[in-house]
């Protein structure tokens, strides 16, 4: 069968078309090349989607690949958390396969020297201020700098002395030669190396010049024989400059010389969600967020943690699609992804958040009977689980109401409803205490509806979860909402900063849980519905056998839509 020419995105219609001329030999190479400046995000994830997804569909390569250019802000931290997250993401493995652009420092120097030698590259002497002072403007060029009118041989004993830390920082910098009229801003005289007297994770002190992104990135690509360079649209004006360099360069620029071509698609965006590495790093250095893997951050990390799996995260990138066009995703399709997914995979278990005794009056005291419950009615051969069962059980407090309006289907005094898998139970009142609060429920029970099923055809409206109090498992709850309020907390057109939407209420934490037994032994793999309150997982860095943390992945149901049709 194949695909129809409509049902393929942009980029696979331009790779099926080159892989019909029989360009770059049939091969297909792809890349993600992050820059281990921070941890990364569900942007990322959309891209290393997309670059693995096409490798995976044209039987091509892909490779993970660090821009690590710019010591500066770069920590083998990042590096690290980068490989376990695009590990995870992907499900393979990439022991032994990992790049750096560091180690192609070398090469990169010496076509530098390349370039100097033909007189396309020059040292300049003006510091970044004096730079950007001269850069003109669109009917105005560049003021040139003394260097471009030296010889490729003085030129190049200077940029010998550069590497050889004969200069401070911000002294010099090595520039291409293009064009100091260009429209494309990115085409006048670009600075390629600058001196920075900074060790690297990588190369240690070897290096006190470093390329820049823009001059490093081609290379990088070209070297590695990538086919496709896809990135994001912000890069489109930098594609001549990529192209241009290579065209100095012997290597690439001869007939039949291998060269790769950039592709540009629109990056991410997620409403109620910042996305900018810079933004998420002042986030973690304020404390305003309990680190990178916050539940609460749009990181591959927070959301791993929060318990969203790769599953959830590929379906909703595959979902979202690719195209030219920026735009901004409705979050919900996201929480939508991890709810479908959740749904065929979470085993049922019961558990109460906010609990109140429910007092069996006409159970015999002393009696534990084990009830069977479903573990999973999206998937059978998950089977089934005993649950106990005794006289005094807890249920949520809000499902037990004294003065109750006609359509509650919950406990109220006269009112019969279900206790899931167990028994039909009556509500004859409640105890308070002095402050009029409710501590205790009291109901009777019909022995003959054990199971949860009557034997006359008696019907109940309501059915609600229980934990046996005695066999209860205290276990801390972590219930997680959006972490800004506002839709585009980060929109350019607003004066407000965009920590001041934070949400006062994204982070509420239930200390006393009361969780059915078995989930004592639930596991960081594992994925967990509370029946009728939503999916969770344990909480892979707090919890403990002693202390047990769950983490909310996820509400049942999309609770923001009800409020903002309210609204
Ligand atoms: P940020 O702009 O969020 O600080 P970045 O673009 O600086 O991130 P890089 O490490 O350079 O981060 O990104 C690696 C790759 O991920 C690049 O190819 C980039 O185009 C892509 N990418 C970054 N953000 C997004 C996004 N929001 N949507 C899709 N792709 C993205
Ligand atoms: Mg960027």
């Not at 490729?152 to 050889?164: G, I, K, S, V, Y």
Request: contains cysteine.
């Amino acid at each position: 069968m194949t695909e129809s020419k409509s049902s393929l995105n942009f980029l696979e219609q331009i790779i099926e078309e080159d892989l019909r001329i029989g360009k770059h030999d049939g091969r297909i190479a792809t890349r993600f090349p992050p820059e281990p400046n921070g941890y990364l995000h569900i942007g990322h994830a959309k891209s290393i989607c997309l670059n693995y997804g096409l490798a995976q569909k044209y039987n091509g390569t892909f490779t993970l690949r660090f821009d690590d250019t710019n010591p500066s802000k770069e920590e083998i931290e990042y590096v690290e958390s980068i490989i376990e997250d695009v590990q995870w993401l992907t499900g393979d493995d990439f022991t032994g396969r990992v790049q750096f652009a560091a180690d192609y420092f070398e090469q990169m120097y010496l076509w530098a020297e390349e370039l100097i030698l033909k007189g396309k590259a020059y040292v300049c002497d003006q510091t970044l201020e004096e730079m950007r002072a001269h850069r003109g403007t669109p009917d105005k060029p560049m003021i040139p700098s003394a260097g471009r009118d030296f010889s490729p041989e003085q030129n190049l004993e200077l940029f010998r002395q550069m590497r050889a830390g004969k200069f401070d920082e911000g002294e010099r910098t090595l520039r291409a030669k293009i064009d100091l009229a260009s429209p494309n801003f990115n085409m006048r005289d670009p600075v390629m190396y600058r001196i920075l007297k900074m060790p690297h994770h990588r190369t240690g002190d070897k290096w006190c010049i470093y390329p820049m992104y823009d001059w490093a990135h081609g290379l990088e690509d070209a070297i590695e024989k990538i086919t496709h360079s896809i990135c994001t649209l912000e890069f489109e004006h930098h594609r001549p400059l990529y192209d241009w360099f290579l065209d100095q360069i012997d290597e690439f620029s001869e007939s039949g010389a291998y060269r790769p071509r950039q592709y540009e698609f629109a990056r991410l965006n997620l409403t109620y969600t910042v996305m900018s590495k810079r933004k998420l790093l002042e986030l973690v250095k304020n404390a305003l967020v309990s680190g990178w893997n916050d539940p609460r951050m749009p990181t591959i990390c927070g959301y791993r943690r929060r318990g969203y799996t790769p599953e959830a995260i590929r379906a909703f990138c595959k979902e979202i699609g690719v195209a030219r066009m920026n735009s901004t995703i409705d979050v919900v399709k996201l929480e939508n992804a991890i709810r479908d997914d959740l749904n065929k995979r979470a085993l049922r278990r019961m558990g109460v958040l906010r609990p109140v005794k429910l007092v069996i009056d006409n159970y015999p005291d002393g009696q534990t009977e084990q009830l069977e419950a479903v573990n999973n009615p999206e998937n059978e051969s998950d089977g089934t689980r005993l649950v106990p069962f005794s006289k005094v059980l807890y249920i949520e407090q809000d499902d037990f109401m004294e003065d109750a309006p006609k359509k509650y289907f919950r406990l109220t005094p006269g009112r019969e409803v279900r206790l899931r898998y167990a028994y039909y139970v009556t509500c004859t009142g409640c105890v308070k205490d002095a402050a009029g609060n409710v501590t205790e429920v009291h109901c009777t029970y019909d022995p003959a509806t054990r199971g949860g099923q009557s034997t006359d055809g008696r019907r109940v409206q309501g059915t609600i979860h229980w934990v046996s109090a005695e066999h209860a498992v205290t276990a801390e709850v972590r219930l997680y909402d959006r972490l800004f309020t506002k839709e585009n907390p980060d929109d350019p057109q607003d004066p407000t900063d965009y920590k001041d939407y934070l949400n006062p209420d994204s982070l509420e934490v239930i200390a006393d849980a009361k969780l059915e037994p078995s989930l004592a032994d639930a596991t960081i793999a594992e994925r967990y519905q509370f029946e009728r309150i939503g999916y969770f997982c344990v909480d892979s860095v707090d919890s403990s056998s002693e202390k047990l943390v769950f983490n909310r992945t996820a509400s049942l149901r999309d609770s923001w839509a009800k409020i903002e049709k309210k609204g």
